[in-house]
Every structure is written in structure tokens, then in C-alpha cells.
């Protein structure tokens, strides 16, 4: 009896995914631990590992496939003693379009079951120019957001992936200006008679102004979620916002003291290695903000995992420094260092990024001089950090210059206090402006 390949929960909050690439194809041979396929999740594209042996018989969602709901039966798997040929989709997979059907034309159910639905045949993942020998250009994800960038046409580079597949060094070495035409609406303007070029993409779900020149960007599965959680964020999350100004010069003094001493061992710390540290510390002195509002529960941490806030070509990700408060400042560089390339390039696990008990935000590369976060549910705050600047500051009532930062804390008023989160603050504040207590 033939194996159903389902569609994994790559994550404990997946619902849906992308099928976005069979890593095999139909009468290839599996073993458990081989890779299938390529699934995008919310956060990142992941490979998934078959589970039993046999053969591949049926491919029933094709490559490139969108929203495909976690159990939805992805492929069928002959075991050994079976022949893939006689393997047949399942009949129930006709039922659903079939009464569908029945209901838009008031048919009877017993016509509805006589006349097949076409579209719930399983096919073949759709033929690509150029490509492997089963007519399918054998790329990662990353590797074609990165040609699509250069204007690199994926199916000319030779590949040294496994299988000859094409990585993100492969397209990265290309020359540019082999691939096709990028965008449709570019591609065929609209009549000389026209006002406007025609829109071009997918429609759009709420209401624009169509008289101005656009075009549109399908969502990826990652933005979807997003948009959907800094929705749902900021409708049921009560946010209380608190600001201080930090005085960074004595940070900024011990960072160049510390990278002096950590240069032989190939190590640089950053300011924002620095300031995960001191966060960290602050949520250990202040628990009553390491907190989750559970509706009617408290869910109390007893250990500070800070999730920062990285931003990648397919959008915001959180990978987590755990237990931030123990860890020396070197540690969380190396640890920060690894897992921005990693979510960069959509190479991190569930894990590494599901979870934290608070995040910090920092904006100060851009020189923004003070924002307010969004909490990142279920956590109950986000520390937004802003750049440093030179500031008139007064120091023993005399006027001085001092480098100065905006931190902003958001804070879940159903859980937390303004008064705790103010207390919160104040220990960020003296930690950054007082360092050495951080090396303790």
C-alpha cells in the first residue's frame, strides 16, 4: 500500500506553506533522512527530509504551489515491494471539486460524481526551459530571489549544488544580463491611446487608485504572516510606550577597550551585541516585564531570551540570543554574527527563532532618532533602540556635549505596568551608562 507524503508543520505556528521546489521526481528512490522538497514557511525555506524508503510514485502538488494547508497529501510513496506504476491518486481527491461544481450549477450529487473534475488530477510539477533532464531548472529559492536581483537567468548557470542544483554561490559568480524580461508591465506598455500602462501581477484585496501608473508584487507567505501579525498586534495589544535618553560615551569607551582585547581571537563586538546583553540583565532584575499575558494566566520567565529583530530580503525575522543575561558579550557576537547570515539567507530552524521572552529593535544604522515598536506577540515588549548622536547634555550643572541615544520600551499594558516598565528602563539606562556592571 502506497505511503501519503504530507504537508509538513515545519513550525509550531505553521497553517500553510509554499511547496516552492521538488528536490526529486517521479521513480526516484528515497531513503529516510533524503531530502524531497523545499517548503517556504512564514519565516524561511526549509528542506524536507523523507521519513520512509520507497519510490516516488505521484507527485500531487506541483513545484511553485502556494497555501497549501499543513497535512494536504503532497505525494504518494510506493513502498518496496510495490510497483510506483500502479500507484493512483486517491479517489476522494475528485470528490470535492466534483460537488463544488454541483452546487454553482444545481446539478444532482449523483450527476455531479458521474462528470470528473479535471483540475483535481494530480500533474507533473510544470516544465521550465533549460533545465534539468525533467524539464525543471533544479534551484534554491534564495538562488532565484538572487538572479531575479542581477537579472541572471537561472536555467543558463551550470550548478554545483547536490544534482547538479543551482546555490546562491553559483548565481552570485554569473554574469548579469542573461535573463528574460522582468516585468510584463514593462515588457508590453499599454496602447499609445491609454492614459495609464495597464497594472500588471496579482489583484489586489482592498481598493486603490488605479489611475496611477503601478504594478503589483505577489505576497510571500513570510509578509503575509507579518501583515498579519502586527495587525492582530496592534488591534488586541493595549501598547504603553516609555522613552529614555542614554548617555553612550562610557559604552562606547569599553567597546574599544573589549575589541582591542578580543581582536587575536577574532571577535568584534557591536553596539547592539552590547546592548542584547544589558536587556537582557535588565529582564533578569526586572521580572514582572518578562512576561507573556496568557488571558487568564500570567506566564512569569525565569530566563531572559532576547529575540532581535533582522531584517532580510523577504522581510523581518527574530532569531533568539537565549539566556542573554548569562552569556558573555563575545558569546552573543559570535552567536548574533551566525544567525543574522542565517536568517539572511533563509537557513534558520524553527527554533532559532520561535520563542523569546522580549526583542530589541535597533534602527540606529538609519539614523532614526526615535521610533516605537510593535510587540511581537506573545511576547510582552520590545525595546526600540535609536541611533547616538552628539547632544548639549548637562553634567555637574555645566554644559557639555555627550553622545546621546533614545530607547523606547513597548510594553503589554494587560500584563505589565507602566510603573514596572519604567523600572525596566531605568535599568537599561544605568547598565548602558555604566557598563562595567554588565562584565560582573
Not at 158 to 164: E, K
Amino acid at each position: 500500500m502506497s505511503i501519503e507524503i504530507k504537508m509538513p508543520a515545519l513550525s509550531p505556528t505553521m497553517e500553510e506553506g509554499t511547496l516552492a521546489n521538488w528536490l526529486i521526481k517521479e521513480g526516484d528512490t528515497v531513503s529516510a533522512g533524503d531530502l524531497m522538497a523545499e517548503i517556504e514557511t512564514d519565516k524561511a525555506t526549509m528542506e524536507f527530509e523523507a521519513v520512509d524508503e520507497g519510490t516516488l510514485a505521484k507527485i500531487l502538488v506541483p513545484a511553485g504551489t502556494d497555501n497549501v494547508k499543513v497535512g494536504t497529501v503532497i505525494a504518494l510513496l510506493a513502498e518496496e515491494d510495490e510497483d510506483a506504476s500502479d500507484v493512483k491518486a486517491p479517489a476522494k481527491k475528485e470528490a470535492a471539486p466534483a460537488k463544488t461544481e454541483a452546487k454553482k450549477e444545481e446539478k444532482p450529487a449523483a450527476e455531479a460524481k458521474a462528470s470528473p473534475a479535471p483540475a483535481a488530477a494530480p500533474a507533473p510539477a510544470p516544465a521550465r526551459a533549460n533545465g534539468a533532464d525533467d524539464g525543471r531548472v533544479k534551484a534554491s529559492p534564495l538562488a532565484r530571489r538572487i538572479a531575479a536581483e542581477k537579472g541572471v537567468d537561472v536555467a543558463a548557470i551550470s550548478g554545483s549544488g547536490p544534482n547538479g542544483r543551482v546555490v546562491k554561490a553559483d548565481v552570485e559568480s554569473a554574469e548579469p544580463g542573461s535573463a528574460p524580461a522582468p516585468a510584463p508591465s514593462k515588457a508590453a506598455p499599454a496602447p499609445a491611446a491609454a492614459a495609464t500602462p495597464a497594472p500588471s501581477g496579482p489583484p489586489s484585496d482592498i481598493p486603490f487608485d488605479e489611475s496611477i501608473p503601478h504594478e503589483t508584487e505577489k505576497l510571500s507567505n513570510m509578509r503575509k504572516v507579518i501583515a498579519k501579525r502586527l495587525t492582530e498586534a496592534k488591534q488586541t495589544i493595549p501598547h504603553i510606550y516609555l522613552t529614555v535618553d542614554i548617555v553612550l560615551d562610557p559604552l562606547l569607551k569599553l567597546r574599544g577597550e573589549l575589541n582591542k582585547t578580543l581582536e587575536s581571537r577574532g571577535v568584534k563586538l557591536s553596539v547592539n551585541d552590547m546592548l542584547i546583553k544589558a536587556l537582557g540583565i535588565a529582564l533578569e532584575m526586572t521580572p514582572k516585564c518578562n512576561v507573556t499575558y496568557g488571558g487568564s494566566v500570567l506566564v512569569k520567565y525565569q530566563r531572559a531570551d532576547v529575540s532581535v529583530a533582522v531584517s532580510t530580503p523577504a522581510g523581518l525575522i527574530t532569531p533568539i540570543i537565549k539566556d542573554a543575561a548569562n552569556k558573555s558579550m563575545s558569546t552573543i557576537s559570535k552567536e548574533m554574527k551566525d544567525l543574522a547570515t542565517r536568517a539572511k539567507e533563509g537557513k534558520l530552524q524553527p527554533h532559532e527563532y520561535q520563542g523569546g521572552t522580549a526583542s530589541i529593535s535597533n534602527m540606529g544604522m538609519f539614523g532614526i532618532s526615535q521610533f516605537d515598536a510593535v510587540i511581537n506577540p506573545p511576547q510582552g515588549m520590545i525595546l526600540a533602540i535609536s541611533a547616538g548622536e552628539k547632544r548639549p547634555w548637562v553634567v555637574d550643572d555645566s554644559l557639555q556635549i555627550r553622545t546621546v541615544m533614545s530607547a523606547t520600551g513597548s510594553f503589554d499594558h494587560r500584563a505589565i505596568d507602566g510603573a514596572d516598565g519604567a523600572v525596566l528602563m531605568k535599568a537599561f539606562k544605568e547598565l548602558v551608562e555604566s557598563p562595567m556592571g554588565m562584565l560582573a
